[in-house]
T-cell receptor, first 119, second 111 residues
Framework: GAVVSQHPSWVICKSGTSVKIECRSL??????MFWYRQFPKQSLMLMAT?????????EQGVEKDKFLINHASLTLSTLTVTSAHPEDSSFYIC???????????????FGDGTRLSIL | RKEVEQDPGPFNVPEGATVAFNCTYS??????FFWYRQDCRKEPKLLMS???SGNEDGRFTAQLNRASQYISLLIRDSKLSDSATYLC????????????FGTGTSLTVIP
């Protein structure tokens, strides 16, 4: 099955540090990847849609200058949390859709998530 | 109003029990629906898609009622390994790109 790899799986940083999270599709190509954030006991919230070769589309309320997204190839998207603060501590998950699965009723393939803790 | 709403539970059931989860979605333009399973501190994993005609996969049965805008998941003969959080998903946009998750329903199957 389709595999999405996310790295790192766990990050602990000081406040003010910028953190980069990578999302890779290992056995398929994805023109579109998605970034979610999940706080404890809450649902996954879509932050942005990452489009290969173009600017990401951010959901309402998500600061694009705070969460920088780069989707430079069909298999890699990165999310950089700039100048992270304790309130940015969360579980960040990416997902991707196989380029060949361009139809309704196709699920997204999720990475295994990155747990970010800002001290 | 949230796009997708679920009863968070928790549901604590004995092994072998049948348990049902319901989920409602607010936007009638929602196109596709899924149930995902999420274990503690892990990523969501696809459990099954949900079709209008209803569909079954082993002990799991999913139903969709577009008129009432609700989705259900039935688990028969619960196993200990079924303990997890079950997430309901509705999609919108082209081609069904925007995934909207419910908050999840927690299930614990007790020996």
């Amino acid at each position: 099955g389709a595999v999405v790899s996310q790295h790192p799986s766990w990050v602990i940083c000081k406040s003010g540090t910028s953190v980069k999270i990578e999302c890779r599709s290992l056995d398929f190509q994805a023109t579109t990847m998605f970034w979610y954030r999940q706080f404890p006991k809450q649902s996954l919230m879509l932050m942005a849609t990452s489009n290969e070769g173009s600017k990401a589309t951010y959901e309402q309320g998500v600061e694009k200058d705070k969460f920088l997204i780069n989707h430079a190839s069909l298999t890699l998207s990165t999310l950089t949390v700039t100048s992270a603060h304790p309130e940015d501590s969360s579980f960040y998950i990416c997902s991707a859709r196989d380029l060949r699965e361009v139809a309704y009723n196709q699920p997204q393939h999720f990475g295994d998530g990155t747990r970010l803790s800002i001290l | 109003r949230k796009e997708v709403e679920q009863d968070p539970g928790p549901f604590n059931v004995p092994e072998g029990a049948t348990v049902a989860f319901n989920c409602t979605y607010s936007n009638s333009a929602s196109q596709s629906f899924f149930w995902y399973r999420q274990d503690c501190r892990k990523e969501p994993k696809l459990l099954m898609s949900v079709y209008s005609s209803g569909n079954e996969d082993g002990r799991f049965t999913a139903q969709l009622n577009r008129a009432s805008q609700y989705i259900s998941l039935l688990i028969r003969d619960s196993k200990l390994s079924d303990s997890a959080t079950y997430l309901c998903v509705a999609t919108r946009g082209f081609p069904g790109n925007q995934f909207y998750f419910g908050t999840g329903t927690s299930l614990t199957v007790i020996p």
